[in-house]
């Protein structure tokens, strides 16, 4: 029986081509667009769960809050915490992580670097996070030596045929002046890339052992707990933020979260230095949008299957005169709809496969679960498959197996039965252009925010901008600096430790504000050469630049070492630029007076600049100068046309003055960029689905079209017999597609415009919602169908009418 049903399926596929084809494309795009996302959805879902401690590990959070407002939160707490948890008996382990990139040589050839991602940490980690090593003894730290550990893909790359354990390899440092040496002490398992903790080169320490600050005082660090089994997460967290408010005698206690492991990828957006982050939010985005398209797809075999009803009313009919109940119709349909899903099945697969490359291209990185590497992922696509097609069609098996056989032979369904099924076509296919809209909308919304943020004046000239990255200039840096503004095409440079694109400033304070209502102001900091701001190209508004003409504009960076009174007043008092910004924030109207709260001595106020990204509002800037900084990155304003002979001439110098050091050269505008990516790829996404779903409803549109033409040819005859114009009958057609659009974008316009406002809302500087977007839209989605049912039906209105108007 169920070969007989698949032999009838098979010749009903072929006999009618036009519909079986639209019917395999679009299913095919819709489940091919489905599983391409679905896989970036599990990848991004599955990331740190192959540990097998993931439930019991948490990152230990800061939370700075003042009268319980949240002032910050970061993946970082104190040096010493360690040391203070270690009396906690619910604690099992404890690490530090700090996650970065080096340039390892290691096939030890001077100049030559590999770029290696590098984890450093202390032997407990290898324990917490079940690192298998395959050779050596790396818990064992030989000491007097930087003992690593590598992977083994570092390893069949560089050291093929032998094992590279007890062999030291070297750096091409960024900091030093020298190579640094480091002792491969093992070897381990790579690490799967879906992971935060993502390490080629484990880079092992002894952990510190400093007494935790009373006064919340030191540097910061990224702690990873790990807790024993049946220890309460919640109750553990309570228990040490009461210990600590009790042990703190620091005005303003932090509080302290522990983050579970498995949400710190997709659920860590706020500050600090994870380097490897996800959005929850977009996540949920691509999955809503890839359930979408696949439901389009649907909508369209629904549509033409329940369109095409009337041509199987015989059919029908007979096989219920012959015997036939309603189960075996019902059945046979379903086969039918099985069919066409498994020829596009297969074809959606073969497109899928070919899409990966892109698909890594897109995320990044190498996709750790797809669905064809995982067996269980290709089972539950094609159960789901299968499923899919039974439930898609199920509604028009029901509707043409109903049909009362004498009416069938007759030619002839009930009116409210015609009525219903009109009433159900017509609701998806405005569900269909909703869809369409909201995502073309929210593509137009995405795109113009993109260009906003990549083309809004942020205060200074970003084009011809270079940066040097930052590096230590073992007190020659100065004369680099000078050798380097010899050339012709170099207009000014400064050593800075603040590059755009590079955070807020190198410090930040939070300064009570002068009207004494208890809020703070918080104020950054940039320390630098005295010719940043001149280099940056920034207005002088009041006052004057800091410049070596001025002994004390500049104070050599060992003011901050040998601290004594006199040393401690000057740099209380130093000469510093503020921008407009913080000037009216701290109510500053003369210059050249020191300002207790700032800590300096504004001699120059300067046009306010965005010192951030432009998803925060520009802050209050205070720029100090250090004489000849040891260390920072290296900006440096240069002739429009002249990069490429600057870049030669740093090169140059950069071998005569650094032989060993690794140059990293990049030009400004392209870091500024980069702050937007995630920005970016999401207006790929939303351009690529917006096509495809206007092409898929496109493609429903012509299938029922057709349909439509084919069962009112005879009418289309006697119109035209009667005097009608082609224009008239083409207008006859598009009227039902125009109302119905027009309820698509009674819907779509509102869902649309919330949905944008919403996601507008995490920037600072945003576009506003007008409403050509919503025209611009409207007018895509009608020209697109019109377009389709124009050429439609003015091919059935040209054909003569005599022809029409034959007896079948």
């Not at 011809?464 to 200039?473: G, P, V």
């Not at 006697?718 to 009958?729: E, F, P, T, W, Y």
């Not at 389709?788 to 007896?807: D, E, F, M, Y």
Request: include cysteine.
């Amino acid at each position: 029986m169920f070969k007989n049903y698949i032999k009838i399926a098979w010749r009903n596929l072929l006999k009618n081509s036009t519909y079986s084809l639209i019917n395999i494309i679009g299913l095919t795009i819709g489940l091919a667009a489905c599983l391409a996302v679905t896989t970036v959805v599990i990848d991004e879902s599955s990331y740190d769960s192959f540990w097998t401690k993931k439930d019991q590990i948490f990152r230990l959070n800061t939370i700075n809050t003042r009268d319980g407002e949240l002032l910050e939160k970061g993946d970082y707490a104190l040096s010493g915490t360690n040391t203070a948890l270690k009396d906690f008996p619910e604690v099992e382990a404890i690490t530090t992580i700090e996650q970065f990139d080096t340039n390892f040589s290691f096939r030890n050839i001077q100049g030559e670097g590999t770029k290696t991602k590098v984890i450093y940490t202390n032997p407990s980690f290898l324990e917490m996070f079940d690192i298998e090593i395959t050779s050596g003894n790396p818990e064992n730290l030989v000491e007097g030596t930087s003992n690593i550990i590598i992977s083994e893909s570092l390893v069949k790359r560089f050291f093929k045929g032998r094992n590279p354990v007890g062999e030291t390899i070297k750096d091409l440092p960024s900091y030093s002046n020298e190579p640094n040496e480091y002792l491969i002490t093992g070897i381990f398992k790579d690490i799967p890339e879906n992971t935060h903790l993502r390490g080629q080169v484990l880079y092992l320490h002894k952990p510190r052992t400093e007494v935790l600050n009373k006064k919340q005082f030191g540097f910061f660090q990224t702690y990873y707990v790990s807790l024993k089994n049946d220890v309460d997460k919640t109750r553990f967290e309570t228990k040490y933020n009461n210990w600590y408010s009790n042990y703190t005698e620091a005005e303003h206690p932090d509080k302290f979260e522990l983050q579970p492991l498995k949400d710190i990828y997709l659920r860590s957006d706020f500050a600090g230095n994870q380097i490897y982050k996800g959005s929850a939010q977009k996540l949920y985005i691509l999955g809503a949008i890839a359930i979408l398209l696949l439901v389009i797809a649907c909508i369209n075999y629904v549509n033409l299957t329940t369109a095409r009803a009337s041509h199987k009313m015989q059919e029908t009919g007979v096989r219920k005169v012959l015997g036939a109940d309603r189960l075996q119709l019902i059945s046979q349909y379903l086969a039918e709809s099985g069919l066409f899903f498994l020829i596009s099945g297969i074809l959606a697969f073969a497109i899928y496969q070919l899409s990966l490359p892109g698909i890594v291209s897109y995320i990044g990185h190498p996709l750790a679960l797809t669905f064809s590497n995982s067996a269980t992922l290709f089972l539950g696509a094609i159960s789901s498959i299968f499923a899919l097609s039974v439930l898609t069609g199920l509604y028009p098996a029901l509707l043409i197996s109903r049909i009362n056989p004498l009416a069938s032979l007759r030619k002839k369904f009930r009116s409210n039965a015609t009525g219903q099924t009109q009433f159900v076509r017509k609701g998806l296919v405005v569900f269909q252009f909703s869809i369409s809209l909201v995502v073309l909308i929210a593509m137009i919304v995405v795109n113009q925010q993109v260009t906003l943020l990549k083309s809004k004046d942020i205060g200074f000239d970003t084009s011809n901008l270079l940066s040097i990255k930052y590096s230590t200039w073992q007190n020659k840096g100065e004369s680099f600096k000078n050798e380097l503004l010899k050339s012709p095409f170099v207009e000014n440079a400064s050593i800075s430790s603040w590059i755009p694109s590079g955070g807020g400033g190198s410090m930040n304070r939070r300064i009570e504000s002068p009207d004494k209502t208890g809020d703070e102001v918080e104020i950054w900091y940039m320390f630098a050469d005295t010719d940043l701001a001149e280099t940056l190209g920034l207005e002088i508004e009041k006052g004057r630049f800091l410049s070596n003409d001025f002994g004390g504009d500049a104070l050599a960076q060992s003011y901050y070492f040998e601290m004594d009174s006199v040393k401690k007043a000057e740099l209380e008092k130093r000469p510093s630029l503020i921008t407009a910004q913080a000037a009216k924030l701290l109510k500053v109207d003369q210059l050249n007076v020191a300002n207790k709260d700032l800590e300096a001595t504004p001699v120059g106020i300067v046009s306010n600049f965005n010192n951030e990204n432009l998803r925060t509002s520009a802050k209050p800037v205070v720029i100090q100068a250090d004489k000849n900084p040891d260390r920072g990155s290296l900006l440096m304003r240069i002739k429009p046309g002249s990069e490429t002979k600057v870049r030669a001439k740093i090169n140059e110098l950069w071998q005569e003055f650094y032989p060993y050091k690794l140059l990293e050269i990049n030009n400004v505008s392209d870091l500024l960029q980069k702050q937007y990516e995630a920005e970016t790829k999401l207006l790929q996404f939303f351009s690529f689905f917006s096509a495809l779903s206007l092409f898929l409803a496109a493609l429903g549109v012509f299938g029922l079209i057709v349909q439509v033409t084919e069962q009112r040819v005879k009418e289309i005859g006697i119109r035209k017999v009667l005097g009608a114009s082609v224009q008239s009958i083409v207008m006859l057609f598009s009227k039902d597609f125009l109302k119905t659009i027009a309820v698509a974008l009674i819907i779509a316009i509102p869902i649309g415009w919330y949905a944008m406002q919403e996601w507008l809302q995490d920037y600072a500087h945003r576009i506003e919602i007008k409403w050509w977007i919503f025209g611009l839209a409207a007018s895509v989605v009608i020209g697109i169908a019109m377009l389709t049912v124009g050429i439609q039906s003015a091919k059935k209105a040209v054909i003569n009418p005599a022809k029409s108007l034959k007896t079948e």
